[in-house]
């Protein structure tokens, strides 16, 4: 398309003008779009005294289908001396035009109500193979209520391979399963909180052995059910191996739920033949730890290391965006699972999410009396989901 200097000077030639003139300040021809929808047009100098305002329109490249003049319009007129025709008399016209629309283009509303129209609901199964989660937070297995925290456990696995077989027969294709411990797996005996000792329902040994033996036992039921199945888990602060002052005596690889994770682990590795495809990821010391659940990357984290302050949504993300900053484990992921804060929590965050797992405690009045919330077990459970090359979706307490 010629521009605009060109359009004069053709249209200066065609009066036989000798040079294009100097048009006025706002008197420039051209249309000038104050937004979307409206703008100003300014005609060419003619001979002839009455503006075609669709011609003009067209001749800017303006679909006059689309576009319209409001009335009223300025008009201005000069004389200029041309060599063909001696002296000549010009008219000039500025007019306001919009969009006849506002802002929406009419072909663009037409295709919207057609695809509307011709839609018709139809089987869309995602694509790619997805990750299949169970993610264990916070069973706390020692205080009161651990008898239906076992239970709850248990029913969770049965409903699990419910959702694994369902989802299956709903066209998505699951292969990788995933068992996530999130911390807590046992309450400990003291240090923790003021009247722990006296609240506790088991001792050590036998809370290491039954949550070990409950894991152990999701792993063998979840086994069969999978092409592969990964064991991954992070510590939290129950698990840390502290003095009466609640001060922790070694340091951060010190922790019973790393223990726990690991002697499931080191089960399902004592029998290749059934669990040969079963591995495990679990850290030495850190605190949060990162991996790949069919292609999307996941992090885990306990969420005691993010301080009581932050419980809020705006709290934890504000840490995970600190240690992405700081380049932390963390970082890379998309998809953060955290335990610690005990309610279901799904929170989208422009392209990452973060799930605050619920507990599967059988609640406390202690934790509730801090917090609020978690009196009862009427939201405890194992939040499932799967994971594939679109992210989480699929979530499902169990
Ligand atoms: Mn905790």
Redesign the pocket.
């Known amino acids: 398309m010629p521009g605009m200097i060109d359009r004069l000077k053709q249209s200066a030639d065609d009066l036989g003008a000798d040079r294009v003139t100097k048009f006025p300040a706002g008197w420039t021809p051209g249309i000038e779009m104050k937004d979307s929808s409206s703008g100003v047009l300014v005609t060419r100098p003619s001979a002839k005294q009455a503006a075609n305002w669709e011609e003009e329109l067209r001749s800017w490249g303006f679909d006059p289908a689309l576009y319209e003049v409001i009335e009223p319009v300025q008009y201005r007129t000069w004389e200029m001396y041309t060599t063909a025709q001696g002296v000549v008399q010009l008219h000039y016209y500025k007019a306001n035009i919009r969009s006849r629309t506002e802002g929406v283009l009419a072909a663009d509303a037409e295709s919207m109500k057609r695809s509307i129209a011709k839609h018709r609901a139809k089987a869309l199964p995602l694509p790619g193979e997805q990750g299949f989660v169970f993610a264990i937070a ?1 069973p706390q297995v020692g205080k009161p209520g651990s008898d239906a925290t076992i239970g709850r456990w248990m029913e969770a696995i049965d409903r699990a391979t419910d959702q694994i077989r369902f989802l299956r027969s709903a066209g998505v294709s699951i292969g990788e399963v995933w068992v996530l411990t999130l ?2 797996l046992i309450e400990q005996c003291d240090g923790f909180y003021s009247y722990q000792a006296f609240d506790s329902v088991l001792n050590r040994r036998d809370q290491i052995t039954v949550a070990y033996r409950a894991l152990w036992h999701t792993i063998r039921e979840l086994a069969p059910l999978s092409s592969r199945l990964v064991v991954a888990g992070v510590g ?3 698990g840390e191996n502290r003095t009466r002052g609640g001060k922790v005596v070694t340091g951060p690889a010190d922790n019973d739920d790393l223990l726990i994770t690991q002697m499931a682990l080191d089960l399902a590795r004592a029998n290749e033949d059934a669990y040969g495809h079963v591995e495990g990821q679990v850290p030495d010391s850190a605190l949060s730890i990162s991996m790949e659940i069919a292609g999307w990357p996941v992090g885990l984290a ?3 290391q993010m301080g009581s302050r932050k419980r809020s949504s705006e709290g934890v993300l504000d840490w995970w965006a600190k240690q992405t900053f700081g380049g932390l484990n963390v970082a890379q992921a998309r998809l953060l699972l955290t ?2 804060f005990h309610s279901l929590r799904i929170v989208e965050d422009g392209s990452r999410v973060w799930c605050q797992c619920p507990t599967l405690d059988d609640g406390s009045a202690y934790y509730a009396e801090r917090t609020g919330s978690g009196a009862d077990s009427e939201s405890s459970g194992v939040l499932t989901m799967t994971v594939g090359p679109q992210g989480p979706d699929h979530f499902r307490k169990v």
């Open positions: 916070d911390g807590d939290g602060n129950h306990h969420g005691h335990g610690h």
